[in-house]
């Protein structure tokens, strides 16, 4: 296909005619061609400073400029690449699925419409005199005009695909050469390019002089293929070339192919009689034995060198990584080299906290460490082809990938969601075919010969009118080697792989119990918005049994915050709405919906993904006898590298340890393993097994001891039974008008007749705990928000704040116990609780509650137990429970029961947009201790939860003037909820998915109590 559109080439002022245009996309350019490598004495780098002049609509660019730089001496330096917006021109702006003007395609705005004017001087080697020469943008964001030397270039749309130009009639040597380019923030263009993203401009990525001989390669398409049993490379190279001489020769064309320790595989000479037109093919098919296969858990790669030789001296050079592998389906799944795998995917934005756009190689490699890290396989370039440098590591290091082309039309409307004109779509209007075609061209041209690119997708969100089936009959063509994928085909012809987003777990049942003969991957699932990604293990567990379900992609990688710093130096993340005035369009904090922060450290979510994904799994198989079955989920590595440890605990402390021997475990298979154990279980203690495998060298990008699994196992349960000391004082009452007062030698517990709460808890002169009263209310995760939450379950937090005190009064008094007990309503719902203080003379106080109501129409709680306040000097937490990360009833399977410590100010997370955090779930007990290890314990007569925080609870509320972690501050005292429990985080979407009715509090009778007694006092 060759779908690239030219006006009159004399035109060289820049027009409407070009950006408000949808059949005119592509003037001037080389046709694309794939990636490689040449001698980098033919490379020159024009990165760096380039003069820059903005201006805020195509009226007001200065005339001329291309034609002298002494017509830019003056104009301001701009780093290249970069985005402009980032450099102090212009308003970042963030929207999700609508376009950031008003919609009326193919026009956009006249008045505000953004353009940046750039030039740069360069001179060339004496050296490339004799050679072709071309200049490479690696993308241009969003229409850009080019020229050299004054000369008309031609002109681009298509923002994340390389544009390059031949400038060799036009260059000139012993002299400076001027390249200038002017650049439209918005153009038709844009319609097609409308991702959830940061919608930014500029010079994105590299741009590169290239010298070419007159004969050289242009281009080349490996086929890098397995056959017989996956054991036989079938190699076919299929090369163009350019003969710039205009004359008849004579070539030798020299293929190469060396393995990882340089040896020569194959190598093929043969003799190519080269006519006097511009253009030559040449094609050669080899099959090789004994090949080493390439996957993402064992990325083995060839060096394909191809070499022109003209009378026995090379005139071109060139030479890229390839790999073998085979991509099919079959019998409704996804296999790579003949096995079927899981994808345990991620979407990834190219993002950099402070550059925007523009990625560095280092951040390449430190998102595939922490990829990998996370056991996270594969990755989906949302929504665009990514940096060319990408697919390298990627190939290198082992990720499959996902190449997606640069179409998103979310703001004309999108198929499975709201209704819309499919006739006036783009997707469907014949003058947009062209520009869809060009975009997928143009990405499988130059990614198609990297391995790690399994999937072709057709783009995202983009309505699948016949310009959608154009471009996967054109690609199904161009290709048999790779399936192609569109989500917005659904189960129709035109999607090889059925790729939903964010489907219900039903939905995944439903299409695993029907056997289809396509393989469910599931494009986007599990939104990490803010504090988020429960249920993931719900979501596996059907992924792990049906065999036609291959896994999914979470939405997304990391956080698309932009880094601020306030007038105090304190680092902060700005998202949407924080730039511009009022009438910036804005969709708020919906760009942060990583698993990581902008500067890649890890939110708590991401530890429960590489739990589940992890590729190592243990079940019981008989627990008395220490029989378990250990199953290797790996597709294709043994677990020969990886070590195992096991560790038994009781009551959280190791009383038994020793490895495991998991050498020889063939992928996807299992073990049967009985473990040497020669503890004797006693009575009312509680065991679990924890194991944790680890890599017995370094990896790729993982260093030796990584561990790549952990489980634990319960063992044996045991009710956590709280032992009182003994006795010591005598305990009295004391009663005022608004106070009874319990107290002894040691202690004093306060409490109002006037409200039934406990006001302070005194031991030895030192507050333990201020008023804890019973409360209802969490403050709203993102997702909170996107279910309305605040609005449904408003009647929770109005009666966490407005309680009425029914009685009070002492039901048992002696010298060593007194009961007091409290009834309190809430006038909003019309309940009551019931809660009874039963204090001892050793200083140990039972809280019990119930809580009734008989209003069976009550939403469901977001939380049930007890906040109150402790002094910011008992900072030192120590706890038995799950941890040591945050966790909650859905999101909890990573972190592990055991003893852990900490202080109040690490158990807060500070979410981007602040909200609920820093939960602990099914804890035995907790202390809290001063410098001086003296506080006071809270032991559960059951498991509860705990979260201790250094902010108030309303400060993580709903506040639109509290949007950023900047805007809140430390109290003097520390907030404590200790909770029966709380409700799940979701995370099946952001806009409306309610938590999973498994993981509610629905409203019926509970009952709660907990011990609190000091710790760390001597009598």
């Not at 990636?35 to 005339?63: C, Q, R, T």
């Not at 009425?804 to 007990?821: D, F, N, P």
Request: glycine fraction near 6%; charged fraction near 20%; aromatic fraction near 14%.
């Amino acid at each position: 296909m060759s779908e690239f559109c030219h006006i009159a080439f004399n035109e060289q002022l820049p027009s409407e005619d070009f950006w408000e245009n949808p059949t005119v996309f592509a003037v001037g350019q080389e046709q694309p061609a794939v990636h490689f490598h040449i001698l980098s004495e033919y490379e020159i780098s024009l990165n760096g400073y380039w003069k820059f002049h903005w201006a805020v609509n195509p009226n007001d660019v200065p005339p001329d400029f291309y034609t002298s730089p002494q017509k830019t001496a003056h104009w301001n330096d701009i780093s290249v690449p970069s985005n402009w917006e980032l450099e102090g021109y212009g308003v970042p702006i963030y929207v999700n699925d609508r376009y950031p003007f008003e919609k009326n395609p193919p026009f956009v705005p006249k008045d505000n419409n953004p353009v940046g004017s750039y030039s740069k001087t360069f001179t060339l080697p004496e050296s490339w005199k004799a050679k072709l020469v071309y200049i490479e943008f690696g993308a241009v964001k969003s229409a850009a005009f080019f020229w050299i030397n004054g000369h008309f270039l031609g002109y681009n749309q298509g923002s994340k695909t390389p544009v390059t130009f031949n400038i060799s009639p036009y260059i000139i040597y012993n002299n400076e050469n001027y390249v200038a380019t002017q650049i439209l923030r918005w153009s038709d263009g844009a319609y097609l390019e409308c991702q959830d993203f940061w919608r930014l401009s500029g010079i994105e990525r590299d741009v590169t002089l290239i010298a070419r001989p007159n004969i050289h390669i242009r281009d080349f398409f490996v086929q890098a293929n397995l056959c017989e049993k996956y054991e036989k490379g079938l190699l076919s190279v299929d090369i163009k070339g350019i003969n710039a001489s205009k004359k008849e020769h004579i070539i030798q064309c020299k293929i190469e192919l060396r393995d990882a320790q340089n040896q020569i595989v194959l190598e093929h000479q043969e003799e190519i009689h080269l006519l006097s037109e511009k253009n030559w093919n040449y094609c050669f098919k080899e099959t090789i034995e004994q090949i080493l296969q390439w996957s993402a858990e064992i990325p083995h790669l060839y060096q394909l060198k191809i070499i022109l030789y003209q009378k026995n001296i090379p005139v071109d050079i060139t030479y890229c990584s390839i790999g073998f592998r085979s991509v099919e389906l079959k019998e409704g799944q996804l296999l790579i080299n003949g096995k079927a795998i899981l994808l345990k995917g991620v979407n990834r934005h190219e993002h950099d906290e402070h550059k925007g756009h523009v990625v560095s190689e280092a951040s390449m490699i430190k998102d595939i460490r922490l990829m990998q890290s996370y056991n996270i396989n594969a990755v989906r370039n949302s929504h665009y082809p990514n940096h060319k440098r990408w697919y390298e590591l990627c190939d290198q290091f082992g990720l499959y990938v996902i190449d997606e082309a640069n179409i998103e039309a979310h703001g004309m409307g999108a198929c499975f969601q709201k209704p819309y004109d499919k006739e006036q779509h783009t997707s469907a209007r014949l003058n947009w075919e062209a520009a869809h075609l060009n975009r997928v061209e143009r990405m499988f041209e130059r990614s198609k010969n990297h391995p790690s690119v399994i999937i072709w997708s057709l783009g995202n969100e983009a309505g699948n009118g016949s310009n959608m089936t154009k471009t996967y009959q054109w690609l199904k063509q161009k290709d048999s080697t790779r399936p192609i994928q569109y989500e917005q085909a659904g189960e129709g012809w035109n999607t090889d792989i059925v790729c939903p987003m964010y489907p219900s777990i039903e939905y995944l049942l439903q299409y695993g119990q029907l056997q289809k003969t396509r393989p469910l991957i599931m494009c986007e699932y599990a939104h990490a918005m803010g504090n988020s990604v429960g249920n993931l293990e719900d979501y596996w567990k059907v992924i792990r049994q049906y065999p036609t379900l291959q896994g999914g992609f979470i939405w997304d990688w990391v956080d698309q915050g932009l880094a601020a710093y306030d007038t105090k130096g304190n680092k902060y993340w700005k998202y949407g709405g924080d730039y511009g005035d009022d009438t910036t369009p804005s969709d708020g904090n919906f760009c942060i919906n990583g698993l990581l922060f902008p500067d890649r450290q890890a939110h708590p979510a991401v530890w429960e993904v590489k739990y589940i994904y992890q590729s190592i799994q243990i079940r019981w198989l008989e627990r008395e006898s220490w029989q378990i079955q250990l199953t290797n989920e790996y597709s294709f590595q043994n677990l020969d590298e990886i070590t195992g440890l096991w560790i038994l605990s009781e009551n959280g402390q190791p009383v038994e340890q020793n490895s495991i021997d998991i050498s020889g475990i063939s992928p996807g298979t299992s073990k049967n393993i009985t473990l040497n154990i020669t503890t004797t279980l006693k009575e009312k203690k509680e065991y679990f097994l924890q194991f944790s495998f680890r890599l017995k060298k370094a990896k790729n990008l993982l260093l030796d001891q990584h561990e790549v699994a952990k489980i634990q196992l319960l063992v044996q349960e045991s009710n956590w039974n709280y032992t009182d000391q003994s006795a010591s004082d005598i305990l009295c009452l004391k009663e005022s008008t608004n106070h009874l007062i319990l107290c002894s030698k040691h202690m004093e517990l306060s409490f109002s007749k006037v409200s039934g709460l406990l006001q302070y808890y005194l031991f030895q002169k030192q507050v333990l705990l201020r008023t804890p009263r019973p409360y209802f209310w969490r403050p709203p995760t993102d997702n909170d928000l996107g279910n309305q939450m605040p609005q449904r379950l408003a009647v929770w937090k109005i009666a966490s704040h407005e309680q009425e005190l029914i009685s009070i009064q002492v039901i048992e008094q002696t010298s060593e116990v007194i009961i007091l007990e409290t009834q309190l309503f809430f006038p909003i719902i019309q309940a009551k609780a019931i809660v009874t203080y039963r204090v001892k003379n050793t200083g140990m106080v039972e809280l019990s509650s119930s809580f009734f109501s008989e209003d069976h129409t009550l939403p469901e709680l977001p939380r049930l137990g007890f906040y109150c306040q402790i002094p910011k000097t008992m900072n030192k937490v120590e706890w038995y429970g799950r941890g040591p990360q945050e966790n909650y009833s859905d999101r909890k399977q990573s972190a592990f029961i055991g003893i852990y410590e900490s202080t109040v100010s690490e158990l807060y997370h500070p979410y981007i947009r602040p909200q609920e955090n820093g939960n602990r779930t099914e804890n035995r007990y907790v202390h809290f201790l001063n410098s001086y290890n003296k506080g006071f314990s809270i032991i559960g007569n059951s498991y509860f939860d705990f979260c201790a925080l250094p902010y108030s609870p309303d400060q993580f509320d709903l506040d639109k003037r509290l949007k950023h972690t900047i805007d809140i501050s430390p109290s003097d005292v520390i907030h404590l909820h200790i909770d029966y429990g709380q409700m799940g985080l979701g995370g099946d979407n952001s806009w409306g998915a309610h938590t999973h009715d498994e993981y509610k509090l629905f409203y019926h009778h509970y009952d709660f109590s907990f011990f609190i007694n000091p710790k760390g006092f001597h009598n």
